[in-house]
């Protein structure tokens, strides 16, 4: 299989079917949950933790084997069931509707594969082996999440605001790339997390920057 394209993919609101309803399809239902999505799952039997979130009204979950019609409005489908043929069968009604659709049993069976992920608000970690190697994308997404803390959200926030200031206030684009730059330096990064900008003036931000800029000779 040639490397796919990674993209982060918007389901926030939308519609995303599972079909299975066991280790797999929790997984994949986690990392939907965790990106907003409105969650599917169909399976005959449900794992515990998907019942739950049923019951909590987290996801929706029908106790039977999929249907096509499961499909209506999906944006994404997941065919995680145990049994190869229904996953085929599933991921081929989803391609016919457009709908892209992964295979839990077969990478390449499908239009795309779930990479190992690391979530930190809005900084997203995704590691793939393309299939070749799940086990080694597991663990190199566990290195990542002990090396990115979850102190990653609070600074991918401040950088936000840092990059608004510099989009607004800085019309050179060349200046502009010298500061954003700076402001990703592990120097700006120590200084944004033991005092975070927040509600300071954008000329004061700005000042900051340039120094920070001049002293990592950016
Ligand atoms: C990363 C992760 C994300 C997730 O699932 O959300 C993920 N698999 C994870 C773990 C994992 N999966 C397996 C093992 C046991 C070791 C082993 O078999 O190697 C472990 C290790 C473990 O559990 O630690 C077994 C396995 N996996 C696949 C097959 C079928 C095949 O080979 O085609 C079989 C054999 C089944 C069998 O023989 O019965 C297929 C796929 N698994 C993928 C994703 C896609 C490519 C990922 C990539 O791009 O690298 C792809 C192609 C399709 C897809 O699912 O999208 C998640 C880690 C989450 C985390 O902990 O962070
Ligand atoms: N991609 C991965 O990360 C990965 C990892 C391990 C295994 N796998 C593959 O994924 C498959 C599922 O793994 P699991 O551990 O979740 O299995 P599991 O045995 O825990 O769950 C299988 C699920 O499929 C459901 N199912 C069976 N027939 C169905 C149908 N017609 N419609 C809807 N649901 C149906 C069952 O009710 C059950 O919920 C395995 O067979 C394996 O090939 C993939």
């Keep these: 299989m040639p490397g796919g394209y990674p993209v982060l993919f918007h389901v926030e609101g939308r519609r995303c079917v599972i079909a299975g309803g066991g280790a797999v399809a929790e997984r994949k239902a986690a990392g939907l949950l ?13 794992s ?11 996801i929706r979950a029908e106790a039977r084997e999929v249907r096509a019609s ?8 997941f065919a995680a069931t145990d049994r190869p043929d229904v996953n085929r069968w599933f991921a081929s009604e989803a391609r016919s ?9 077969d990478g390449e069976a499908g239009d795309f594969v779930t990479p190992a992920v ?12 393309s299939g070749a190697g799940p086990a ?4 190199v997404a566990r290195e990542l999440a002990e090396r990115y803390g979850p102190e990653y959200a609070e600074l991918t926030a401040i950088l936000r605001k840092v990059r608004e ?16 730059g700076a402001a990703a330096t592990d120097e700006a990064i120590r200084l944004w997390l ?20 001049d002293s990592s000779q950016l």
């Excluded at 510099?166 to 954003?180: I, M, N, S, T």
């Design 34 to 46: 965790e990106a907003g999505a409105d969650v599917l799952v169909v399976a005959p039997g449900l």
């Design 70 to 77: 499961d499909l209506d409005g999906a944006a994404l489908a």
């Design 118 to 129: 690391v979530r930190r608000g809005d900084f997203v970690l995704a590691v793939s082996a």
């Design 194 to 213: 033991s005092a975070p900008p927040a509600g300071e003036e954008p000329e004061r931000l700005l000042r900051e920057l340039r120094k920070l800029a």
């Design 97 to 105: 509707r457009g709908i892209p659709a992964n295979v839990a049993d």
């Design 165 to 180: 200031a510099v989009k607004a206030g800085v019309p050179d684009p060349a200046e502009r790339r010298r500061l954003l």
């Design 136 to 139: 080694l994308s597991a663990r």
């Design 48 to 58: 515990l933790r998907l019942r739950e979130w049923a019951e909590q009204g987290t």
